[in-house]
């Protein structure tokens, strides 16, 4: 899988044939426009998906599950009113979650978080505020996001977490080098429900299902209504097909209270 290093290399190399050879006739001149929007739109389109490990390395799935299990997993909470409702549907189905928090929203509802690590699920960091220019921030800035964030975790839950996941799935050098410096552990998912743009629950639990397989990680919200529908579809199917939850630490065997 291409990576932000090998295409600067490869691009890097190309670029040099193509100066020497546009000293030699400038219509190469055009080739070196044409490589510079192909490195363009490669890196582009590596910030914007998290599974290609463009610019860091996350953990999207784990194929080699022995036993028949996946790991639900849910952005942007807590929320007042749509986490109470997940936590209830996961003890009625006794299922377990990780639940990926903005920092911002924890400092309004601690008794949510704290509601979530009593019974058995899991959490992450997924920045403070969930701005729409996180991908623009520098790295002293990002750090300072993902830091304060795990500061009101901590403050909480009493233990260090090691799980981040960036907002949007959005990453770059500078997300990748605060990820590095803070010593965390990137996630992914393998399937995307789409929940917080469809209209139509059906529709999203069809798309969940057909392609579910043991070892995916699949991301929802706990943010809205269509949410709640699609996860209990989704926990009765569960259960009819033998098919575990568990949190992102069991599915990898990583200390996340390390």
């Excluded at 998912?189 to 469809?198: G, H």
């Excluded at 209209?199 to 809205?224: A, R």
Aim: glycine share 4%.
């Amino acid at each position: 899988m291409l990576n932000f290093k090998k295409v600067n290399i490869i691009s890097a190399i190309i670029l040099l044939i193509l100066s020497f050879l546009a000293t030699e006739s400038k219509s190469y001149i055009w080739y070196i426009f044409i490589l510079f929007l192909l490195w363009i739109s490669i890196t582009t389109i590596g910030s914007f998906h998290i599974r290609w490990n463009y610019f860091l390395k996350s953990k999207h799935c784990n194929y080699n599950l022995t036993k028949q299990a996946i790991a639900l997993t849910f952005d942007d909470g807590p929320h007042a009113i749509f986490t109470p409702k997940v936590l209830e549907l996961l003890q009625k189905y006794k299922a377990r979650a990780t639940f990926f928090c903005i920092g911002k929203n924890v400092e309004t509802h601690p008794d949510l978080l704290q509601k979530i690590v009593s019974e058995g699920h899991c959490i992450g960091n997924h920045s403070y505020a969930h701005t729409n220019n996180y991908g623009f921030l520098s790295t002293k800035k990002i750090i300072a996001d993902i830091s304060k964030t795990q500061k009101v975790l901590k403050k909480i839950t009493n233990t260090d977490n090691l799980l981040f996941r960036p907002p949007f799935g959005v990453t770059n050098p500078n997300i990748a080098k605060a990820v590095k410096t803070l010593n965390l552990q990137s996630i992914g998912w393998s399937i995307r429900s789409y929940d917080t743009i469809a209209k139509e629950p059906n529709t999203v639990f069809k798309k969940i299902i057909s392609q579910i397989k043991k070892g995916d990680i699949i991301l929802l919200h706990d943010t809205s209504e269509l949410s709640i529908v699609v996860l209990e579809q989704l926990l009765q199917w569960l259960q009819k097909n033998n098919v575990k939850t568990v949190t992102i630490n069991q599915l990898f065997n990583i200390d996340t209270n390390a």
